[in-house]
């Protein structure tokens, strides 16, 4: 038995967006007990109180969140400035919260720790949701890439790692997580689930390239220094003149010499030395491309991407949750067109079914059903859970 | 009681939708501004992007335009030497049989006078017999009727007459087969129009004549024009135009008549006319009575290798050389103009003398 609830507000006021939350969670909880819970926050709520009262409603909640870029959910579908959250509940599937500190520093050791704290004596989860930092207080990043290797190193390769990092409402100067009763920065939460839980996902993008290509001459990591031998800046300032390269201006990076690809976003770049810093690592000898969008394209990976992840569904019974992680620049570029992502996969599915989502700084999953996981930009993931001994319905 | 909780609950309600609201106002003022610099940065990306597709658009065209101009060369050239081996091959041929028919020729003609004269000699020896000895013995009287000498004496004249005709005319060929290959004068210099036209025309001449197919024979009207000057030109290349344009016409002709179906009183015809222009130029017109030429192939007649005769009857060369020879060679126009039914019309436009 799985049962999964989800509360939403729009409330801007920290305690009545609290209450109202809580008071749908309480209603189609039944009187039953969630032992673990995802909470999605906008930027300017009073998150300790939140915690709190969620505490104090639902006492020792495995309860993980984040800041984000936009939140969703099955109540008021897509919205800004809102708080959402979903509750688990069940005597079949075991789930336990964990979080590392210090993910910009020492990502490894943080995700240990994560893990380490989350699996507990059970070692056999099958599904983690991580909710890392992106930018933390001082206005600089944690590697994305980075936190996926270490979770994978602790985790093993065979555990799907879905989620997204956290997001502060396109303003990419401080974002915020959660634990339990604790608001933190630089850190990295997670839920583990093991015990009778079916599991699927499905990802896609929708940009698509533009202009000539180049050829990445120097890079390391996250820092691109060079492209076709002249510095980084230049292949963009052809394009944008001045203006600095921003999350608007994507670059497609190919994978080998085939024609897939991935997307990387810029962050800072030094006008100097002519160097870009992205959100991802953008391996040397890639040939890269700059890329345009079509909002009609956005949208429709949105739907492409739940369509795969609800094929791949093993179980035999329906999905009973789906979650939805959406990259923060899609929401941007979609502008009043981003609630067509949400209502896309409402309309694909049966209403009863809870959803719960949010717009990220960057986006886990894996490709392939059996894939390890990969490190995404621009992408919508979509995740769906559920048992083979679903609730009965009333 | 009731009222006043229904009261407060709508107050509540209605101060939540204020937050909201007030709320969904500043990110709307911070939305628009990073809104339209985000459009600002679009509109770069891709008027940068349009600007190079531009300039690669330029540069295709460019590149286009260089590799048609070098297959046109090619073609131009191959052409060329098409032609030149063609003309070098038959020159060298037309020139030896020319020489070696001249000889032969030669002695014949230049002995025709002398046989003439021993004959009539020995005709006048036997008349002088004849008047001295006027009862010739029966064995001589036999003979002379035998070989019916009223009638020797009579035909002698005559036979040589034939052969001189035709010693002149074997001769007139070679003299034509010189000129038309011209071996010894591809150099500018004046020259006869008429001659050469004659000359194209004595090496046709068996083409005019009656068939079984056309027993009538292609009827030949020359309209030369009196005052006609010499021009500057080169005599060989021109003879070459007058030959292609005159054989298409017969072809022309042929094909109508084979076709068949034309009326009893038509007679296929080709005439020729010369006359020298207002503008001080020389004007050839060459016109047929034939099939004309069709309206979807009248934009590619001068084209290189363009031709309508089957496999193997012809290069498709003989009009786009003929074009290269009046316009390039000779500074002049070379046009034409056709109904189709009813025949058609090369006009050759050349300059008296070219600066």
């Known amino acids: 038995m799985l049962k999964v609830v989800v509360g939403h507000s729009e409330d801007p006021e920290s305690q009545y967006a609290v209450e109202e939350v809580l008071d ?32 104090q409603a639902f006492p020792g909640i495995d309860l993980i969140g984040c800041t984000t870029d936009g939140e969703m959910s099955s109540i008021l579908g897509f919205q800004q400035d809102s708080l959402a959250l979903m509750l688990f509940s069940s005597d079949t599937v075991k789930i336990s919260a964990g979080v590392g500190l210090g993910a910009k520093e020492n990502p490894t050791l943080a995700a240990q720790q994560a893990v380490h704290q989350a699996t507990g004596s059970d070692a056999s989860p099958k599904v983690c949701i991580a909710l890392p930092a992106s930018y933390i207080s001082d206005g600089s990043t944690t590697s994305g890439g980075e936190i996926l290797k270490g979770l994978e190193l602790a985790l093993g390769n065979h555990v799907p790692i ?38 699927s996902y499905g990802t896609a993008c929708g940009w698509t390239p533009i202009g000539q290509k180049g050829i990445v001459t120097r890079s390391k990591g996250t820092a691109l220094y060079e492209i076709d031998g002249k510095p980084a800046l230049e292949f963009y300032q052809r394009y944008l003149g001045d203006r600095p390269p921003t999350a608007e201006t994507p670059l497609a990076v190919y994978d080998g010499q085939s024609d897939l690809y991935y997307m990387r976003v810029p962050n800072t770049y030094d006008a100097d030395s002519g160097q870009i810093n992205f959100l991802g690592d953008i391996p040397q000898q890639s040939i890269i491309q700059l890329t345009d969008i079509n909002r009609d394209e956005i949208v429709s990976a949105a739907e492409q991407s739940f369509t795969t992840a609800l094929a791949r569904y093993p179980g035999t019974a329906s999905p009973e949750a789906v979650l939805l992680f959406s990259c923060c620049c899609r929401r941007w570029l979609l502008g009043s067109r981003a609630k067509e992502e949400y209502q896309l996969v409402r309309n694909a599915l049966s209403s009863s079914v809870p959803i719960c989502g949010f717009y990220t700084y960057g986006e886990f999953a894996p490709l392939e059903p059996e894939g390890t996981t990969h ?16 609730l009965e319905k009333p | 009681m009731n009222e006043s909780i229904d009261d407060q609950h709508r107050l509540k309600e209605l101060e939540k939708t204020v937050r909201i609201l007030q709320k969904k106002l500043q990110r709307s003022e911070v939305d628009r501004t990073e ?3 985000a459009s600002e940065l679009r509109e770069s990306v891709l008027k940068t992007v349009i600007r190079d597709l531009e300039k690669s658009h330029t540069i295709l065209q460019d590149r286009g335009q260089a590799l048609e101009t070098a297959l046109s060369d090619l073609k131009t050239l191959q052409m060329k030497l098409v032609e030149s081996e063609k003309m070098s091959a038959l020159g060298i041929m037309v020139a030896g049989i020319a020489h070696e028919i001249n000889n032969p020729v030669s002695f014949i003609y230049g002995n025709l006078d002398c046989a003439n004269d021993y004959l009539q000699s020995l005709l006048g020896l036997i008349q002088l017999y004849q008047i001295h000895y006027p009862e010739p013995i029966a064995t001589i009287q036999a003979e002379i009727e035998s070989i019916d000498l009223d009638f020797l004496k009579q035909d002698s004249k005559n036979l040589f007459q034939s052969m001189r005709v035709g010693a002149e005319r074997i001769s007139e060929i070679v003299t034509s087969l010189r000129t038309f290959s011209r071996l010894d004068e591809s150099d500018f210099k004046m020259a006869d129009i008429h001659k050469g036209l ?19 024979g292609i009827k030949l009207i020359r309209d030369y024009g009196i005052t006609l000057p010499c021009i500057n030109c080169y005599p060989g290349p021109l003879n070459q135009v007058f030959m292609n344009i005159l054989v298409n016409a017969i072809d022309a002709l042929d094909e109508l008549v084979e076709q068949g179906g034309m009326p009893e009183s038509f007679v296929p015809t080709i005439c020729i006319s010369t006359e020298l222009s207002p503008l001080n130029k020389v004007l050839i017109r060459i016109s047929d009575n034939g099939l004309g030429i069709p309206d979807n192939i009248k934009d590619k007649l001068f084209d290189p290798f363009f031709t309508t005769k089957p496999v193997g009857q ?16 000779h500074q002049g126009r070379l046009w034409y103009d056709s109904i189709p039914g009813q025949g058609t019309v090369f006009s050759l436009e050349l300059p008296i003398d070219q600066a």
């Not at chain 1, 997001?167 to 009778?196: A, C, H, M, W």
């Not at chain 1, 490190?375 to 083979?388: A, C």
């Not at chain 2, 194209?200 to 001449?205: A, K």
């Not at chain 2, 068996?206 to 079984?212: E, H, N, Q, V, Y």
């Open chain 2, 35 to 37: 809104l339209e610099n």
């Open chain 2, 198 to 216: 004659d000359s194209t025309i004595t090496i046709l001449n068996t083409r005019l004549k009656p068939t079984p197919v056309n027993p009538e």
């Open chain 1, 162 to 199: 879905l989620g997204g990092t956290a997001g502060d409402q396109y303003r990419f100067k401080s974002t915020v997580q959660f634990f339990r009763t604790e608001v933190l920065t630089n850190s990295i939460p997670i839920l583990l689930f093991s015990g009778d839980i079916q599991v």
């Open chain 1, 375 to 390: 490190y995404h930009q621009e992408t919508f993931v979509t995740l769906l859970l559920g048992t083979n001994s679903p």
């Open chain 2, 314 to 329: 012809g290069t498709g060369l003989g009009l786009a050389i003929s074009y290269q020879i009046v316009t390039e060679k």
């Open chain 1, 24 to 55: 749908h969670c309480r209603k189609d909880l039944c009187g039953l007990k969630p032992q673990a819970g995802i909470l999605f926050a906008a930027i300017d709520f009073d998150y300790s109180l939140i915690l709190d009262h969620i505490n």
